[in-house]
Each structure stands twice: as structure tokens, then as C-alpha cells.
Antibody, heavy 121, light 113 residues
Framework: EVQLVESGGGLVQPGGSLRLSCAASGFTFGSYWMNWVRQAPGKGLEWVANVKQDESEKHYVASVKGRFTISRDNAKNTLYLQMNSLRAEDTAVYYC??????????????WGQGTMVSVSS | DIVVTQSPDSLAVSLGERATINCKSSQSVLSSSNNKDYVAWYQQKPGQPPKLLVYWASTRESGVPDRFSGSGSGTDFTLTISSLQAEDVAVYYCHQYYTIPWTFGQGTKVGIK
């Protein structure tokens, strides 16, 4: 079964750090772009960052540049998001999602269940 | 950044009737290299992650019922549910992945009248 499972969320004080993980199974992890997308409580979806298969390309939304770092370990089938200098507005459910890019498909088609990050004093 | 705007914010439709959600991007998301529009539609039910329905504006994801269809090109797109079922109650998001940063519309909540 194709699956993504996030972990590492929790309550952290403003200015603190957290590292999220996303464990992939059921597919060849190293063949896909991977993303983090977040959703603040009661709000819509916001794309946060993505990373190419070999980490040669990484992209971020402006609001997290310089604070968040996306990375991956293809040997461990795991995606990471290192979050530093956290702010209240980073409070959200964080989803990881894979993006399939082929000649016949370009879509983020598999999503994890999400992990909640709360930034509060 | 490309701004994606959906309308309406919410709608209520009778069971078996048609539901139509509109999506407008602030600039074209049509690629000249492959003539594809980089728009996807997602369905999200409470407490669940988003589920992919349509990509490249009109290609239905495998396993998605054929009552869901996407259309449009350039800057204007539509998701149509041809005959609303009770299990279609959800929030629907339009998403452009043509340009970084990828962006989503604000969502449209679909309910039963």
C-alpha cells in the first residue's frame, strides 16, 4: 500500500524549533518530488516547500524562506522539514505529499494524514 | 505570485443536482511547451487530507467517479459534479502548480440543500 506517515509535530514556544518527518512506503520514494503543505486551523491549504529527487532543487514559499529547510534521505525513504524561528502563524497541520511527474501525469497524488504543529507560549 | 480565486465560497445543492465551482488564476497557467494547464482540483473532508480529483485541468485521477469533471484553460477553470451525492459533501480546492510558489484557492464548501 502506498503510504506517507508524518510525525514530529507538537507544541513549541515562539522562536523554537521542530523537525518533522514523513516516512514513505509502498513506492520508490527516490523517484518522486516531495512536498510539504500546511493548513492552519479552520483555514485553507498553503504549499510550503518541495524538493527534487536528488535534492538538487529546493523551493520555498516566501514566508518560510530562511527559517525552514526541506531535506530527504532516499536510503531511509524519509522526507524532513526542519523548522526554526517558529512563529504563531506557523501553527497548522503539516502534510507531506508526493508529486508524480511523467509525460502522462503531473500531480500531487498521495498525501499523508498530517501532523499538528502548535506555536504558542 | 499567482493568486487563485474560487467562487462561490459555499454552495448548497440538492441531491442528484449539478454543482459547479469556478476558479480563476491571476495569470495564465497554460504551458506553451505541452499545451497543458497546470491546475488541479482537490476534495477535502473534515479530518482528512486532500484527495486529488483532477489534474492538468481536465484529467480525472484514477478511481475518481466520472460525475466529477474539470474544464477550462488559461485563467478560468471549472469543477463540475454532475449529480451530487451525499458523500460529495466536502471543501473543494483549486490549485495551480505552474509557477513556484504553488498556490491554492481559498476553498469552496459544498453542502446539501
Amino acid at each position: 500500500e502506498v503510504q506517507l506517515v508524518e510525525s514530529g509535530g507538537g507544541l513549541v514556544q515562539p522562536g523554537g524549533s521542530l523537525r518533522l518527518s514523513c516516512a514513505a512506503s509502498g513506492f520508490t520514494f527516490g523517484s518522486y518530488w516531495m512536498n510539504w503543505v500546511r493548513q492552519a486551523p479552520g483555514k485553507g491549504l498553503e504549499w510550503v516547500a518541495n524538493v527534487k529527487q536528488d535534492e538538487s532543487e529546493k523551493h520555498y514559499v516566501a514566508s518560510v524562506k530562511g527559517r525552514f529547510t526541506i531535506s530527504r534521505d532516499n536510503a531511509k525513504n524519509t522526507l524532513y522539514l526542519q523548522m526554526n524561528s517558529l512563529r504563531a502563524e506557523d501553527t497548522a497541520v503539516y502534510y507531506c505529499a508526493r508529486t508524480m511527474i511523467t509525460l502522462t501525469k503531473f500531480a500531487s497524488d498521495v498525501w499523508g494524514q498530517g501532523t499538528m504543529v502548535s506555536v504558542s507560549s | 505570485d499567482i493568486v487563485v480565486t474560487q467562487s462561490p465560497d459555499s454552495l448548497a445543492v440538492s441531491l442528484g443536482e449539478r454543482a459547479t465551482i469556478n476558479c480563476k488564476s491571476s495569470q495564465s497557467v497554460l504551458s506553451s511547451s505541452n499545451n497543458k494547464d497546470y491546475v488541479a482540483w482537490y476534495q477535502q473532508k473534515p479530518g482528512q487530507p486532500p484527495k486529488l480529483l483532477v489534474y492538468w485541468a481536465s484529467t480525472r485521477e484514477s478511481g475518481v467517479p466520472d460525475r466529477f469533471s474539470g474544464s477550462g484553460s488559461g485563467t478560468d477553470f471549472t469543477l463540475t459534479i454532475s449529480s451530487l451525492q451525499a458523500e460529495d459533501v466536502a471543501v473543494y480546492y483549486c490549485h495551480q502548480y505552474y509557477t513556484i510558489p504553488w498556490t491554492f484557492g481559498q476553498g469552496t464548501k459544498v453542502g446539501i440543500k
